[in-house]
């Protein structure tokens, strides 16, 4: 069965009200066994052991160095966590968990069987329960519905991730009678959300404060040991982490590859920061994910370096940076 997927890519106020998004540049490793959350324990950031009560978590992969690997969603599905990430990120990840995982009672693979897709919108909750009679008035987290699962992301614009086999996933896509638009859209809600969307390109880069990841609870200070631990926590009590992730936006900004952000001093410019994620609509405005330094002023003057004529604003996020 072939999928049309849109594949236009709206500024974020010509987005229809309701929408599926189809997360081909998505997938996420699978951890089961006895010892699944007794493992993970010791190589994330968060606290695996509160995902019982939590049912969904943010968190991070770090090296021995404390630079983030992926970040990803952790949730249960079938009796096995999955971390839910880009793909372009799997395979380091996945690499290094197996490494460890050798000594464990856990098996730890790709779940290349599984597709993914969200659903998008002010009725959401309404077209899921158009999809699934059994789903309860009060949708938490993580729910199972037969073989399919459904994941709540919170956040200023309401979207369940829904994750089945590819031909259940294909059957849903039809029966939801929604315009299915590209991972590009899923991109650009992250970016204004402020959730890190990090990829190959980027990773082993930045310690998981950098990529607000405290600001997300998606770094425990209070659970032990793990990978790249002392790193993080050395950032945190010592207050030596100087940058942050920021959500940035422009007009009529032609966006090249991997750009650089820079800011102005008096007649100068100077760089500011890196990119992360870049979205750019075809009426030629752009959001950008970039990690500048954390002090930096709403006000600044901020320009992309190879497009001088640029201009770039700094975007609220729904969160604050405090690292309490």
């Given amino acids: 069965m072939t999928i049309a997927i849109n594949t236009t890519k709206p500024s974020l106020e010509n987005l229809p009200s309701n929408y599926l998004i189809s997360l081909e540049d ?22 695996v052991n509160e995902l019982e009560q939590k049912n969904l978590l943010n968190g991070a992969h770090c090296n021995a160095k404390g630079k983030v690997f992926a970040c990803f969603r952790l949730f249960n599905r079938q009796q096995q966590h999955l971390l839910f990430q880009p793909k372009s990120t799997i395979e380091p990840s996945l690499a290094e968990l197996k490494k460890f995982g050798v ?13 993914f897709i969200a659903v998008v919108g002010e009725q959401a909750v309404e077209k899921l329960k158009n999809q699934f009679s059994q789903i309860p008035d009060n949708l938490t987290p993580v729910i199972q519905q037969g073989t399919t699962t459904l994941v709540y992301i919170a956040g200023n614009v309401t979207r369940y991730l829904i994750i089945d086999e590819a031909e259940q996933i294909n059957h849903l896509i039809t029966t939801f009678e929604l ?26 880069e930045y310690v998981p404060q950098m990529l607000n990841m405290q600001a997300i609870q998606g770094i425990s200070f209070t659970k032990g040991c793990y990978l790249g631990q002392e790193t993080v926590a050395r950032m945190q009590y010592l207050g030596k982490n100087k940058k942050a992730l920021f959500a940035l936006s422009g007009e009529n900004t032609e966006v090249l590859v991997k750009p650089v952000i820079e800011k102005q001093l008096g007649e100068n410019w100077r760089k500011a920061g890196d990119v992360t994620s870049i979205y750019q609509a075809d009426n030629g405005q752009c959001y950008i994910q970039a990690v500048l330094n954390n002090d930096i002023e709403s006000s600044t003057q901020l320009r992309i370096k190879d497009h001088p004529a640029s201009s770039l604003s700094i975007i609220e996020l729904p969160y604050t940076l405090n690292q309490e």
């Fill in 26 to 47: 998505y997938s996420a490793i699978s951890l089961k066994g006895e010892e699944q959350s007794k493992y993970l324990q010791g190589q994330v950031t968060c606290d």
């Fill in 103 to 115: 000594f464990a009672k856990v098996e730890i693979s790709a779940t290349d069987q599984l597709s």
């Fill in 179 to 204: 315009p299915v638009f590209s991972t590009e859209i899923w991109k650009l809600l992250e970016i204004i959300e402020g959730i890190p969307a990090l990829t190959l390109q980027n990773d082993n």
